[in-house]
């Protein structure tokens, strides 16, 4: 314990005490195993940790071996790191816990690994994205999800595959450190395989104005533009593109979290048909994800999961398997289950391996989806596609022209149903004149 430091141990017991860590341990027999869920259910990530909580318990009900005798139980983070620290020593330094599950975000999970590897306790890490998580040699951590740098490998297998790797392609990055990884691994990835030039322009957090950037991009005519930043900053860029006509083929962005709602909503529609990166989608049509889908939502649709909420769910579906393959009781061989994990899950085959410059990471099949019409759809590989992808992307004057087509049609339809209103109205006081 000494290596932690007495600023770690002081916190340690600040947060043991201010959030009683009493954690439903001692409310459970002695002699049942502890697996811990490590989750923010309150604070700026409680969404995403509601959707884990109940992808978690999902799971466990479908994936529990009936002859262990293991309880899962949930701690909350409360989105804060230091209290994930905290939670994560109260629990490595009760013998009966035998593993952990979770982590969100990265800065948590981080912490959590630590903790883990330190007290050789095993860590399972399911939606967590940040490369540091998988990028040290740690006997006790594994991880389902894909590093943050490797979720353009299904966007890459695209371009190669539809746009042909000789064409000129341009990377418009941030200068923030969370894009950097990722901006740098695809930088690899296309030298590698990519015959056409790369021209990677960068911009500080935060630009209001693209202008000069896209004074620059214009001449180049790259046939696509890979995207990498804040939601709001590439939402300014998107908007500013549209108004200096500058429309590649096709925009790309560079990170499954850039792909949501915000993004379509402060665009303002400047962000229809572009490509995304997907890690899972409710319409992957391998039996193990059509099976979440229907413990899921059963019986209904509208209430589809994310990714978040299959890797969840996955998770537990590794739990269960481990758990069958260890007995359930110590935390060796929880360990040794996990490094020997060949499963096929709801995300896909799970496996822990060591490639360059990762230990103990599964490696996922990444997907490339479009927006269209509001909706994303999967566009590649070819077998888990829901729709043709559309390449090249219509220009901005081909979407002006569509939108005024649009209001003309709904203004007809508008001006038929006034018509037919009036002419019922004027039937029915006829027919009251006329009498019976």
Same mark, same amino acid.
């Given at each position: 314990?000494?290596?932690?430091?007495?600023?770690?141990?002081?916190?340690?017991?600040?947060?043991?005490?201010?959030?009683?860590?009493?954690?439903?341990?001692?409310?459970?027999?002695?002699?049942?195993?502890?697996?811990?869920?490590?989750?923010?259910?309150?604070?700026?990530?409680?969404?995403?940790?509601?959707?884990?909580?109940?992808?978690?318990?999902?799971?466990?009900?479908?994936?529990?071996?009936?002859?262990?005798?293991?309880?899962?139980?949930?701690?909350?983070?409360?989105? /804060?790191?230091?209290?994930?620290?905290?939670?994560?020593?109260?629990?490595?330094?009760?013998?009966?816990?035998?593993?952990?599950?979770?982590?969100?975000?990265?800065?948590?999970?981080?912490?959590?690994?630590?903790?883990?590897?330190?007290?050789?306790?095993?860590?399972?890490?399911?939606?967590?994205?940040?490369?540091?998580?998988?990028?040290?040699?740690?006997?006790?951590?594994?991880?389902?999800?894909?590093?943050?740098?490797?979720?353009?490998?299904?966007?890459?297998?695209?371009?190669?595959?539809?746009?042909?790797?000789?064409?000129?392609?341009?990377? $418009?990055?941030?200068?923030?450190?969370?894009?950097?990884?990722?901006?740098?691994?695809?930088?690899?990835?296309?030298?590698?395989?990519?015959?056409?030039?790369?021209?990677?322009?960068?911009?500080?957090?935060?630009?209001?104005?693209?202008?000069?950037?896209?004074?620059?991009?214009?001449?180049?005519?790259?046939?696509?533009?890979?995207?990498?930043?804040?939601?709001? /900053?590439?939402?300014?860029?998107?908007?500013?593109?549209?108004?200096?006509?500058?429309?590649?083929?096709?925009?790309?962005?560079?990170?499954?979290?850039?792909?949501?709602?915000?993004?379509?909503?402060?665009?303002?529609?400047?962000?229809?048909?572009?490509?995304?990166?997907?890690?899972?989608?409710?319409? /992957?049509?391998?039996?193990?994800?059509?099976?979440?889908?229907?413990?899921?939502?059963?019986?209904?649709?509208?209430?589809?999961?994310?990714?978040?909420?299959?890797?969840?769910? =996955?998770?537990?579906?590794?739990?269960?398997?481990?758990?069958?393959?260890?007995?359930?009781?110590?935390?060796?061989?929880?360990?040794?289950?996990?490094?020997?994990?060949?499963?096929?899950?709801?995300?896909?085959?799970?496996?822990?391996?060591?490639?360059?410059?990762?230990?103990?990471?599964?490696?996922?099949?990444?997907?490339?989806?479009?927006?269209?019409?509001?909706?994303?759809?999967?566009?590649?590989?070819?077998?888990?596609?829901?729709?043709?992808?559309?390449?090249?992307?219509? /220009?901005?004057?081909?979407?002006?022209?569509?939108?005024?087509?649009?209001?003309?049609?709904?203004?007809?339809?508008?001006?038929?149903? =006034?018509?037919?209103?009036?002419?019922? $109205?004027?039937?029915?006081?006829?027919?009251?004149?006329?009498?019976?």
């Amino acid at each position: 314990m000494n290596r932690f430091g007495p600023r770690v141990l002081i916190d340690s017991i600040f947060f043991c005490l201010l959030f009683t860590v009493r954690s439903a341990i001692s409310e459970e027999p002695d002699e049942f195993a502890k697996i811990a869920c490590l989750v923010p259910l309150t604070g700026a990530y409680q969404e995403a940790g509601r959707t884990l909580h109940r992808s978690y318990h999902l799971g466990w009900r479908t994936s529990r071996p009936s002859d262990v005798r293991v309880v899962l139980l949930t701690f909350d983070t409360r989105s /804060d790191p230091a209290v994930a620290e905290s939670l994560a020593i109260s629990l490595a330094n009760q013998r009966n816990v035998i593993l952990l599950v979770g982590g969100f975000p990265s800065s948590s999970a981080y912490r959590i690994a630590r903790i883990a590897e330190t007290f050789r306790l095993p860590y399972l890490i399911d939606a967590a994205s940040g490369d540091s998580l998988s990028a040290e040699d740690r006997e006790w951590i594994f991880r389902i999800a894909p590093p943050a740098s490797e979720q353009n490998e299904g966007l890459v297998g695209w371009a190669m595959t539809t746009i042909g790797n000789r064409k000129p392609l341009a990377i $418009v990055g941030s200068e923030s450190t969370s894009a950097a990884p990722a901006i740098d691994d695809l930088e690899r990835d296309l030298n590698r395989v990519w015959r056409g030039r790369v021209d990677r322009i960068r911009f500080a957090p935060g630009l209001e104005d693209f202008t000069p950037l896209l004074s620059l991009l214009k001449p180049q005519k790259p046939a696509a533009v890979w995207l990498f930043g804040e939601t709001a /900053d590439i939402a300014r860029f998107l908007r500013q593109a549209r108004s200096e006509r500058f429309m590649p083929f096709a925009f790309l962005l560079g990170t499954t979290g850039l792909a949501s709602y915000r993004l379509i909503a402060l665009s303002e529609g400047t962000s229809s048909w572009i490509f995304a990166p997907v890690i899972w989608t409710a319409d /992957d049509p391998r039996p193990a994800a059509q099976e979440f889908l229907r413990h899921w939502r059963p019986g209904r649709k509208g209430d589809d999961p994310d990714p978040l909420a299959a890797l969840g769910y =996955a998770a537990m579906e590794v739990v269960g398997d481990v758990l069958t393959h260890s007995g359930g009781e110590e935390r060796s061989l929880i360990r040794k289950a996990l490094a020997e994990t060949s499963l096929r899950t709801a995300v896909g085959p799970v496996e822990f391996t060591d490639f360059p410059g990762y230990y103990n990471q599964n490696r996922m099949q990444t997907s490339a989806m479009q927006l269209r019409s509001g909706t994303w759809s999967v566009v590649w590989p070819r077998v888990l596609a829901s729709a043709r992808a559309v390449y090249p992307v219509p /220009d901005w004057r081909e979407r002006e022209r569509a939108v005024r087509r649009d209001n003309v049609r709904d203004r007809i339809s508008l001006a038929m149903v =006034a018509v037919t209103a009036l002419l019922l $109205v004027l039937i029915m006081v006829r027919r009251r004149r006329m009498g019976p």
